[in-house]
């Protein structure tokens, strides 16, 4: 985490994987079973060690094949990022005719970024043969192959409605403005496909009516599809290596071959990441060998980004073998000041194992970056034996190791948390207090409430979150930003 905070790459990442989760969501209840193809599209944690990964699609049905790019959009249009002078970089790179792009609109508003409950979807050969149709937009950058954004002619409505008639020419709709009030509205079509007909209600800038590509994807035809990834094992395509393995752990029917096929594999395959993720999927079924591998890459003198990529493999499996391994890298000296440390307190916690009480020893590292990651690393569900722990760390005259816990504790922010710091808070010690003090005056006022601790608590209450239109993280973020603004 050696970068300042960044606001913006983390607005779109959310956005992202907001997108990706809303999609697999709408996915599995139209019986797919999708699973993360591209690993972490689905988060916004931000790692500065990226793997150099295949080229992939986000998104693979374990049962039916089916690959998915995802694109998220805050103003939705058919619209790819594409560099034509870079050819891992345009914006088919690594799709194939038969898979499919998903547009997902994201909501902004006042509390936050909220998908919209649909994407819409696009067979990427639709998107290819129209793609002389498109138009590309200005570099977004001044280096060289930057990307610019590619976009298809499109019709993407404002409002509600309901669609009145379709043409060749034209597309006629009857909009929603509000407050009862409905108004007609006429589409000039030029060319562009309908993909909606007569009595179709659509919603704004969610729905896409018109465009350049021939037509929508037929989701539900790919649902008679059979995927064998035991056959896919032996494909000449990496990425086709890649998708088989990452599925094989979510296919009851062939657990039976999968370790053997798996292990087969793992012997003969030259393409590192294939390699790796087939040690992954292998460990998750319980191989030895599979283990063995990871522990190579960890621990090895390979590549720097597969051993970040290792680690990340590990907080998925969530098994006695992957805790252990990460509580070795995470107090690991020869990692000091790199990244993987933090990664590997980081699947210990909530993103990964929830072995909280693991946590415990990381919490005021020499290490800032990975004691942040400790702390942050908490969640609300973290057990009483361990939220006493840290209540016990607030009384023990370690001022350092004191505020770690104290922002620990307010971050858990759990009902058992407020209990044990009333208990706590009968010594009257400071730090209890103070902990108290800071969590969210909802929480704590009705556990209080009557008792001589709320007269007390009830001045710092007064500067939380809840409380005091200030301590919104928004407002102490704008807060901080113009107090810089002093020269």
Not at 164 to 189: F, I
Not at 414 to 428: G, P, W
Request: glycine share 8%; net charge neutral; proline share 4%.
């Amino acid at each position: 985490m050696g970068f300042k905070t960044d606001t913006s790459f983390l607005r779109f990442l959310s956005m992202g994987a907001l997108g990706v989760r809303q999609t697999m969501k709408q996915l599995k209840a139209m019986g797919f079973e999708p699973i993360e193809l591209e690993r972490y599209c689905a988060s916004n944690k931000i790692w500065m060690t990226k793997v150099k990964r295949l080229r992939l699609p986000d998104v693979l049905c374990v049962h039916t094949g089916l690959r998915v790019e995802i694109r998220a959009k805050s103003d939705l249009k058919i619209r790819m990022s594409d560099a034509p002078a870079n050819p891992d970089r345009t914006w088919d790179a690594g799709l194939r005719d038969q898979d499919v792009v998903a547009l997902i609109a994201i909501i902004e508003d006042g509390h936050g970024q909220h998908p919209a409950e649909e994407a819409v979807f696009f067979p990427v050969k639709a998107l290819r043969d129209s793609v002389d149709e498109s138009k590309l937009g200005p570099p977004k950058s001044a280096s060289e192959g930057a990307e610019r954004d590619r976009t298809w002619p499109a019709v993407i409505p404002s409002c509600d409605g309901t669609v009145q008639s379709v043409s060749a020419e034209k597309l006629v709709v009857t909009m929603n403005a509000g407050a009862g009030v409905t108004r007609k509205q006429t589409y000039t079509l030029n060319g562009k496909r309908v993909y909606v007909k007569q009595g179709d209600k659509f919603n704004g800038e969610v729905s896409i009516l018109a465009g350049a590509p021939e037509k929508l994807a037929d989701l539900p035809s790919f649902l008679k599809q059979a995927y064998d990834p035991i056959g896919d094992l032996k494909s000449a395509n990496p990425v086709d290596r890649y998708a088989a393995v990452k599925s094989l752990p979510r296919r009851e029917d062939l657990r039976n071959q999968a370790v053997a096929a798996l292990e087969a594999l793992l012997k003969a395959e030259k393409e590192e990441r294939v390699s790796l993720e087939a040690a992954g999927s292998s460990a998750a079924l319980g191989s030895a060998l599979g283990q063995e591998q990871i522990g190579k890459v960890v621990w090895g003198a390979g590549r720097q980004d597969l051993r970040m990529e290792a680690v990340l493999i590990l907080t998925e499996l969530g098994s006695d073998f992957a805790r252990e391994e990460l509580e070795r890298i995470a107090a690991e000296q020869k990692f000091a000041e790199d990244e993987i440390r933090q990664a590997a307190v980081w699947g210990l916690g909530k993103a990964g194992l929830r072995a909280y009480d693991r946590l415990l020893p990381f919490i005021a590292d020499k290490d800032e970056n990975v004691a942040l990651h400790a702390i942050v690393a908490f969640g609300a569900d973290t057990p009483e034996a361990v939220i006493r722990s840290l209540i016990a760390d607030l009384t023990k005259g370690d001022a350092h190791r004191a505020a770690a816990a104290s922002e620990a504790l307010r971050l858990i922010a759990s009902e058992t948390a407020v209990k044990c710091l009333i208990e706590a808070a009968a010594q009257s010690h400071d730090w209890v207090l103070a902990t108290l003090g800071r969590l969210s005056r909802g929480l704590v006022m009705p556990a209080v409430a009557g008792s001589d601790l709320l007269k007390k608590l009830a001045p710092m209450l007064l500067l939380g979150d809840g409380a005091n239109w200030l301590a919104s993280e928004d407002r102490v973020m704008d807060i901080a930003f113009l107090a810089k603004q002093n020269l």
